[in-house]
């Protein structure tokens, strides 16, 4: 067959009319009456800057993939009750949030689409993706039939839905399918819970009323939690997994036989936490089992294949070892993907015209030759050469490094930029009268005590525990130690201990002002359903000073929007490198180009750039830069504010490649 009279991937499947849509009737997949056999990965839309967002998915295409698969975050779409954002809401992350916009351009790129629209979504996002101020309903019971969870969620699909039906694959979009919840049989306690199918009925009930009439899929690991979270004869249950794909597979035929049998997560890697190593899983071991399932032959999904951020304890890199790293470059993994799909898909399909792209490069940090024809196509198949060329590498530069310019101390912050709210007691930020009374979602809350006599060597005791991380502050001066290790979680000021104490002064103190900063690290995104109830802050008990509980507290959150970090001045010259404080500089670029900021001279904090919390950094590791893509910086002036917990650098470096701490203290550079 000529490369020429091959159809693209679409066309293909939607040639003579569109009759119906992906079914699992028999032991395989079809898809409008045509044999298919699905290879995708995974890409979360909110995850990658949306000016990158054709970029990635044309390397998807390019490695041979089919389709592409997404989660929907609730939290981000419906950050306010009632208020919604799919890409023009006025929110922080408006630009991230226009999903119908990222689906059509995954079909102009040639790819068919998965959705997993939740409502609980995991993928170690905040929460699972559920949205905070559900915690201020009373007893809700989420991930269940609950009443009172059940009308949010359907207020959400009610909106959300309609915008994924447009664009289903039998009304010409590219969206073949949807899952349902989300493994949702991990949340099974022998004797305790029981997955609740009334709620998978529930959500399939009002996926139907919303116009969704392709294939419902669940996703759990079949060995573990057999069908335990899924509706048997409603959805198609799929399989979750790393490795033994032939054992999972095999479940999956006892449960469902005669049905088509599909990976719905490959876990091409893992992710990282605060204070671990960089997790990486072996290429090898990648390429064998990623094999096996193309041997089977089954269907998969790479959980991800390109991961990116999180922005909100996981690192805010989401690089997942993935076939694409978290700036869009391409690894081993990449290449063995498209080498394998080169020889298990029988499928040929064209190059269509908006994916055609020049690409004569060779991967410099690449060295096998054997990989270079599989990316260029050269010398190969037409298979090969019927898939686009892998589009070149983005460029990263390391700008020169920053002088920090200017300083604002917590004090002067509280006095002059917050807002400030009297309470008898400590309250969790989700309690909170703000935001429409629907209380804090992310950042920072302070809590001040004024005009306190403090005996020398006196004692604060913190009933329960933290949530999630504490700065002590006596007169403005920092009293907590530094988090400078992995051990020091273990200590004073984190969610480990309960009911922990710390002495405040060596000297008597009358009439002083006292200040607990918390920081919250991220919400449970995976667990059982009891912990799910988490409340961010002080709350757990009181705060007592030498065994008497302290009363009438200021409470002032510190949520870190664009709007508030745009109107702070008074800036002036540092005069100290001691934080908690805020620190920043301006610096000139006549070009816009990816890059990384090196953290490795500060502490721990967070860091905004152009007024957008780009994540957070902490000396412990793993992860000791930020991806900082092109699009968040623009041609002239820019501004880098970093709020450092303990101790500032002086200066803001740069860096073109990603820096993890490993074991033994070095770094390690990608």
Known sequence: MSLEVLPGLYEYYTGGGINSGLNADKPY?????????IYSGALHYFRVPKPYWRDRLRKMRAAGLNAVETYVPWNLHEPLPGKFDFGQGGTDMEDFLDVAEFLNTAKEE??????????????????GGFPSWLLRKGDIKVRTSDTTYMKYVTRYFNMLLPILAALQFTSGGPIIAFQVENEYGSTEVPGKFTPDRVYLRQLVRLMKQNGITELLVSSDSPTMHRSAGTLPGVLLQTANFAGNPEL???????????????????????????SEVHHTRDDDDFYDVYERILRYPASVNMYMFHGGYKFRPDTTSYDYNAPLTESGDYTIKYVMVKELLRKYNPVQTRVTPSTQTACTHILPYIAKSEWEGVLTGEGSTNLARSLPDAPHLIFKQAYEPQRVQWRLN???????????????????????????????????????????????????TIGGRICDS?????????????????????????????????????????????DLLVENWGRNNFGLLEQFNQFKGLWQGPISLNNVEIRNWEISPLEFKKSWVGRLVRWRRPDSFTGPALYKTNFYVNQTRDTYLDMQDWCKGIVIVNNFVLGRYSKIGPQQSLYLPAPFLRIGWNNIVVFEHYIAADQIKFSNKMIYKTRNNKKRMY
């Open 248 to 274: 999972e597979f095999f479940m999956l035929k006892l449960l469902q036989p005669g049905k088509p049998i599909m990976a719905m997560e490959f876990w091409t890697g893992w992710f990282d936490h605060w």
């Open 470 to 514: 504490l700065v002590v502050l006596v007169n403005g001066k920092l009293v907590s130690k530094p988090l400078t290790n992995t051990s020091d979680l273990n200590d004073f000021g984190f969610w480990r201990l309960k009911d922990s104490n710390i002495t405040l002064s060596s000297t008597g103190l009358t009439g002083a002002t006292l």
């Open 110 to 127: 040639d790819l068919l689409a998965i959705v997993r629209p939740g409502p609980y979504i995991c993928s170690e996002w905040e929460f």
């Open 29 to 37: 997949f079809t898809l409008n009456d045509k044999n298919i056999t």
């Open 410 to 460: 917590l004090n002067e912050i509280l006095e002059n930029f917050s807002t400030k709210y009297l309470s008898p007691i400590v309250l969790p930020m989700e309690f909170l009268p703000i935001n429409n009374m629907s209380g804090q979602s992310y950042g920072y809350i302070v809590y001040r005590k004024k005009y306190l006599d403090i005996p020398a060597n006196s004692t604060l």
